[in-house]
């Protein structure tokens, strides 16, 4: 055999298992996903194979009058999930950014260990971090507690089962895969720039503004991203601290799949996460690609 | 820099310190208060206990004074363990799966300059991004659409469908560091595909495979969502334990298994820290 046949064949070799195990057991999930969105459920569960697009019409805004019901709630419910996760975003970068640029003004050797401890978080199981909250902001819990001994309310105010307590306990999984990328951006400034701007007479906001955002903004831009994503078809951050008011897009897909049973409606709400998520990714990637022309 | 020592540094400073508290506070409250031994309102602190430790590991059923039973309130010792085994088993074999096919994607994408390279690079990060629910729903479709009777091994091969993506993400990380000139070097004297990726590309790469092992069996013990879907009877694994636990309602159990866990995790975390600083030497 060529040298290059050789070659060929370890690549082959190398190639064979991803292209099978992702063909099987990633994409063939996913397409399923859009086929059971257009089929007709079944009775007790199950599917019936016709063409049927009233699993969309009772999200969208058409019915057949008969048995599929157009409701808003499902669309309220996906804004709502929208607007958690852009409130996730925002109140993590708010977080994050101010942080990234302490750590990375410390001294060299401290640096790796607080970088440490903000991903040692990631570590932990994420149910556990969500139990904390649970008992935090619960009626008899520590927030209420506190509160009530120092007087400022004589019965516990609600704060779990809120949004507040949705988006709170999504920004604290989030936040190192915030932290990270901003960090990444952050130490990475170049400072001289900074110096000019200021030595040119901008003022500490305009150059906050004209300097250091735009030149952080791939690091913004990435986390964002990052804990947009998740945060949308999140399901178990609103299962433990939302209750009915924080209820979610994917405690929507949830509750077809394991109570309602009605598997083609529940892939019809996945493929609105999926669009979501693709729409998301593709403006990434297209800005990306922008800036890295607008770069070179 | 030390010119602008200044009130806004010292408000920098202080606005990360509560960063820090922000995390790390829950964490804290949870393990303290694993040992408060008020059984009906956790959150009031009543005196030091370790009966909610020992009822955990079923040693001891102890009565107090009022003749109550106070040790015994996991509902089964038994489950938890089995959890944990189920748990332990799957992030084995998920590991060992996902760091297999991982590596060797990375080093062909990595070395090899093919048609579809981009393509595999590109579409290798949608596992990663796709949102898990999404993935959990759509792989409990397949496995029952094809009859596949939902088991431990569903559960593996759900895991490994992104952790390969992890996998490769890490190895391709170190791949991008490491200096080609060896291997050729190697190819020109005369050593095959196969002995020149055994004898000189694996062991370079040997730091990126474990760390990329060890945030995969992490990910693996922590799921959640994708294994609360395609997970069959008898294959509840420790988050899935600890999630219907919570969902029944709090209990001060549930503080010990979640201290352990917390406990557990950052020993892992630092030896891996340590594992790699010991390689960077």
């Known amino acids: ?296 | 820099m030390m010119r602008r020592l200044s009130s806004g540094w010292v408000t920098l400073t202080l606005f990360s310190l509560g960063f820090f508290t922000f995390i790390y506070l829950p964490l804290i409250i949870i393990t303290v208060y694993s040992f408060n031994s008020n059984p009906v309102n956790m959150m009031v602190w009543d005196g030091f206990t370790l009966d909610w430790y020992r009822g955990l590991f079923g040693l001891q059923e102890r009565v107090d004074d009022l003749g109550m039973n106070r040790a015994i309130y996991v509902e089964s010792t038994d489950q938890l363990i089995a959890a944990l085994k189920n748990s332990l088993t799957i992030a084995f074999f998920t590991t060992s799966i996902s760091t297999v096919i991982g590596t060797a994607t990375a080093i062909a994408l990595a070395r090899y300059r093919f048609r579809a390279r981009g393509f595999y690079s590109g579409f290798l990060l949608i596992p990663m991004m796709m949102p898990d629910i999404v993935l959990g729903i759509g792989l409990l479709i397949f496995f029952v659409t094809i009859g596949f009777q939902l088991s431990l091994l569903t559960i593996i091969i759900g895991h490994c469908t992104f952790l390969i993506s992890y996998v490769f993400v890490v190895v391709q990380a170190r791949m991008a560091g490491m200096d080609p000139a060896l291997e050729e070097a190697s190819a020109d004297l005369g050593a095959s595909e196969w002995l020149t990726l055994r004898k000189v590309l694996l062991p370079q790469l040997a730091p990126g495979i474990v760390g990329g092992a060890l945030l995969a069996f992490v990910i693996s013990m922590d799921d959640l969502v994708i294994t609360y879907f395609i997970a069959g009877t008898g294959s509840t694994t420790l988050p899935l334990f600890i999630f219907s636990m919570v969902r029944r309602g709090v209990k001060p159990e549930i503080n010990a298994i979640a201290t352990l866990i917390i406990l557990a995790s950052v020993v892992i975390a630092a030896l891996g820290l340590w594992l790699r600083s010991r390689k960077t030497d």
């Open chain 1, 1 to 296: 055999m060529t040298r290059k046949g050789r070659q060929n064949t370890v690549l082959a070799a190398l190639l064979a298992p991803v292209t099978l195990y992702l063909g099987v057991f990633f994409l063939c999930p996913l397409l399923i996903i859009a086929l059971f969105s257009f089929l007709e459920p079944g009775l007790y569960g199950g599917v019936v194979w016709n063409f049927y697009h009233w699993n969309y019409g009772r999200i969208f805004g058409w019915a057949d009058g008969l048995i599929e019901v157009y409701e808003p709630i499902y669309l309220q419910i996906l804004g709502r999930s929208l607007a958690f996760a852009t409130f996730t975003v925002l109140a993590s970068l708010l977080l994050c950014y101010p942080v990234a640029f302490w750590v990375s003004r410390l001294p060299e050797k401290w640096r790796a260990s607080f970088l440490f401890l903000v991903t040692l978080p990631f570590f932990t199981s994420l149910i556990v971090r969500l139990y904390a909250w649970l008992l935090i902001l619960k009626p008899s819990g520590v927030v209420n507690n506190a509160l009530m001994s120092l007087g400022l309310t004589s019965a516990p105010i609600d704060i779990l089962y809120t949004p507040f307590a949705v988006v709170l306990g999504m920004v604290y999984i989030m936040i190192p895969f915030m932290f990270l990328p901003v960090y990444a951006a952050v130490d990475n400034l170049d400072r001289s720039l900074v110096e000019a701007s200021l030595d040119l007479g901008a003022n500490r906001v305009q150059t906050f503004i004209k300097v250091i955002v735009p030149q952080t903004l791939p690091g913004i831009v990435g986390g964002s991203m990052i804990v947009f994503i998740p945060s949308v078809g999140n399901f178990v951050v609103p299962d433990i601290l939302g209750g009915a008011k924080g209820l979610m897009i994917g405690n929507l897909v949830e509750q077809q799949f394991l109570s309602a049973r009605n598997w083609p409606f529940g892939s019809a709400l996945s493929m609105i996460i999926m669009a979501v998520v693709l729409t998301v990714l593709l403006v990434f990637v297209t800005r990306a690609r922008k800036s890295a022309v607008g770069m070179s």
